[in-house]
């Protein structure tokens, strides 16, 4: 898949998927869970939360 | 000198200080993403729609700005108002600029554009271009008072027409800090993400 294909299936441009990608972008709950039942993974499977 | 020329001085010093180090940033940042390939992709990624629109939008300004600041140096303020034909033109570029601000940054506008138009991401940097607005119109309004009050405090009165630049000043500012806004808050995601 395709970062333009994953960004037209959860709604969001390609530069937000860059974005989530390099880590300089924090999704919003709604992006980050369209995102993890696109690929039917959990949230924890896809993304991780650092403190720091 | 006056307090007004100093003031100018000091702001066109600080736009250039400021156009500089973005620009041998930006260099910077192609050197760098020549360089790692792994980074490249995010570095060299292509400028989204709002990002583009407030270029634009800059530049519309400054052209309009430029246009009408050299009108106001070639027939000084009073003249300018005394000749309609010239008082006409510089009211014209003001509103032919001030319109393609309305065109251009359209799809920041109204809630169905930016839901058709913009994703969350765009959302968050119009949200903070809104306090580089915020910003731009008080240092404006600054400038007007501060400057009109030195530079007119020994005549005692200021021209009137100084009000009608004052009105069309605060509208571009209103436009010009918002697209200064995003165009700086997507460069600071860029660098910095969002944190």
């Known amino acids: 898949m395709t970062q333009q294909e994953l960004a037209d299936a959860v709604g969001c441009t390609r530069q937000t998927i860059l974005a989530l990608e390099a880590g300089r972008y924090t999704p919003s709950l709604g992006l980050a869970f369209r995102i993890a039942r696109l690929f039917e993974k959990s949230l924890e499977d896809i993304f991780c939360y650092e403190t720091d | 000198m006056n307090l007004w020329l100093n003031l100018t001085i000091f702001v066109a010093l600080l736009v250039s200080v400021a156009g500089l180090s973005m620009g041998y940033q930006t260099l910077q940042r192609f050197k760098r993403a020549k360089a790692e390939s792994a980074e490249a992709e995010w570095e060299m990624g292509p400028m989204v729609l ?37 008082r006409l033109t510089f009211t014209l570029i003001l509103i032919i600029s001030l319109i393609l601000q309305v065109i251009i940054l359209a799809p920041s506008t109204g809630r169905r554009r930016r839901e058709l138009l913009l994703d969350e991401r765009d959302e ?37 027409t100084l009000l009608d630049l004052m009105f069309w000043s605060i509208f571009l500012t209103f436009f010009l800090s918002k ?12 660098r910095y993400g969002d944190g």
Request: contains cysteine; charged residues 10%; aromatic residues 16%.
């Open chain 2, 50 to 86: 709002l990002q583009k629109r407030a270029l634009w939008s800059i530049l519309s300004i400054l052209v309009g700005s430029a246009a009408c600041f050299w009108l106001w140096q070639t027939y000084s303020v009073t003249l300018l108002y005394q000749d309609t034909r010239i």
């Open chain 2, 124 to 160: 968050h940097v119009l949200m903070v271009a809104s306090r580089y607005q915020v910003g731009g119109l008080m240092l404006m309004n600054a400038l007007w008072a501060i400057g009109g009050t030195e530079y007119y405090w020994e005549a005692g009165l200021i021209p009137v």
């Open chain 2, 179 to 190: 697209s200064v806004g995003i165009v700086i808050s997507y460069w600071w995601m860029e």
